[in-house]
């Protein structure tokens, strides 16, 4: 009898180091997938602090007037959707996406001046999908404040 408890007791200890040493690796992948986000993430955001809008050299960078207008026409096109009780999301965001076409279609600008555009174009036309989608009041607002960050760092050629 004396051996069956010993036996039962070896069993229940090897089976319990097997379920700690499992446990363990169990943690380190966890671990390990912990710091490879980590990594990612940290990658994403110093990508996304070298891709920052900002001016040049103190100056507002210089847009083609085909750019000008159109965002001049999406910021009146917000403007008239909100003073107008802002009904047909649908046709907002159709309308919008008319005047990123024609702006992308029209672009001829070049160097820095057209990569600080693509910065601040990208976010513009995920509001206005995510608006043509759900019709979401906050995405119409943020596009709203980048037209404004666009005018705040873009002009025309005098």
């Known amino acids: ?3 069956f408890i010993a036996i039962g007791i ?3 200890l090897s089976f319990t180091a097997c379920n700690n040493t499992e446990k363990q ?3 380190h992948k966890a671990h390990q997938e912990e710091a490879k986000e980590h990594h990612e993430d940290h990658a994403e955001q110093t990508e996304a602090k070298e891709e920052t809008l900002h001016l040049n050299n103190g100056k507002k960078w210089i847009a ?3 750019t000008q207008d159109g965002m001049t026409k999406m910021q009146t096109i917000l403007n008239d959707y909100f003073n107008n009780g802002g009904a047909d999301s649908a ?3 159709e309308a919008l996406e008319k005047e990123t076409s024609s702006i992308i279609r029209q672009c ?3 160097g820095a001046d057209h990569d600080q555009l693509h910065i601040i174009l ?3 036309l995920d509001r206005i999908k995510s608006i043509k989608t759900n019709g979401s009041v906050d995405d119409m607002k943020r596009l709203y404040l980048l ?3 666009y005018f705040d760092h873009f002009e025309t050629a005098k």
């Open 25 to 27: 690796e169990h943690n």
């Open 91 to 93: 046709a907002l965001a």
């Open 10 to 12: 070896f069993a229940l």
């Open 1 to 3: 009898m004396k051996s």
């Open 147 to 149: 037209l404004n960050d």
């Open 122 to 124: 990208k976010p513009m």
């Open 108 to 110: 001829d600008m070049t």
């Open 64 to 66: 083609n007037q085909a």
